[in-house]
Antibody, heavy 123, light 109 residues
């Protein structure tokens, strides 16, 4: 059974940092693109970032470029999101999502999602 | 404002059919696959359709997807009260990366 378990969320002050983790199991982690998707309270889904199977390609939504860094450790079956210079508008539930095994980044879809971890940026 | 445009809400009676549209452009839907997700209140999204019109195992054939040009459509037949949820379309945009529609709230009257 595919499982994605996020951790690391919490309350942080504006300008602060957090590191989210996603522990994956039940599939060959190193074969899949992986993504982070967030959802602000009462709002829709927003794709945040993704990373290729071997970590050689990474893409980000404009609003987080230069502040967030996605990474992975295939030996530990884990995905990470380092979030720096956090802003109030980064407040959201952050989901770890399994992307595809395809090579092309554009052929994405998310078949499996974690339960999400809440990040609140407030003073 | 979302890159992909969906109606904020749709409604229909139990047993009826409903369609949800998703409009984009040549930089996203026009040149890439579309996927659809169902999100029940308080839960993570669930994949309904991928590659425009394919259903993952376990998704009933009441759910269907299609794409034409720069628009896509999700169809749901034989509506059930359990289908009440938010529905999102998603794809890749050559300039922006991953993009989703703003979401459509389905009410089964």
């Amino acid at each position: 059974e595919v499982q994605l378990v996020e951790s690391g969320g919490g309350l942080v002050q504006p300008g602060g940092s957090l590191r989210l983790s996603c522990a994956a199991s039940g599939f060959t982690f190193s074969s899949y693109w992986m993504s982070w998707v967030r959802q602000a309270p009462g709002k829709g889904l927003e794709w945040v970032a993704n990373i290729k199977q071997d970590g050689s390609e990474k893409y980000y939504v404009d609003s987080v470029k230069g502040r967030f860094t996605i990474s992975r450790d295939n030996a530990k079956n884990s995905l990470y999101l380092q979030m720096n210079s956090l802003r109030a508008e980064d407040t959201a539930v952050y989901y770890c999502a399994r992307d595809t095994t395809r090579i092309a980044v554009a052929d994405q879809y998310f078949q499996h999602w974690g339960q999400g971890t809440l990040v609140t940026v407030s003073s | 404002q979302s890159v992909l445009t969906q109606p904020p809400s749709v409604s229909a009676a139990p047993g009826q059919k409903v369609t949800i549209s998703c409009s984009g452009s040549s930089s996203n839907i026009g040149n890439n696959y579309v996927s659809w997700y169902q999100q029940l209140p308080g839960t993570a999204p669930k994949l309904l359709i991928y590659d425009n019109n394919k259903r993952p195992s376990g998704i009933p054939d009441r759910f269907s997807g299609s794409k034409s040009g720069t628009s896509a459509t999700l169809g749901i037949t034989g509506l059930q009260t359990g289908d009440e949820a938010d529905y999102y379309c998603g794809t890749w945009d050559s300039s922006r990366g991953g993009v989703f529609g703003g979401g459509t709230k389905l009410t089964v009257l």
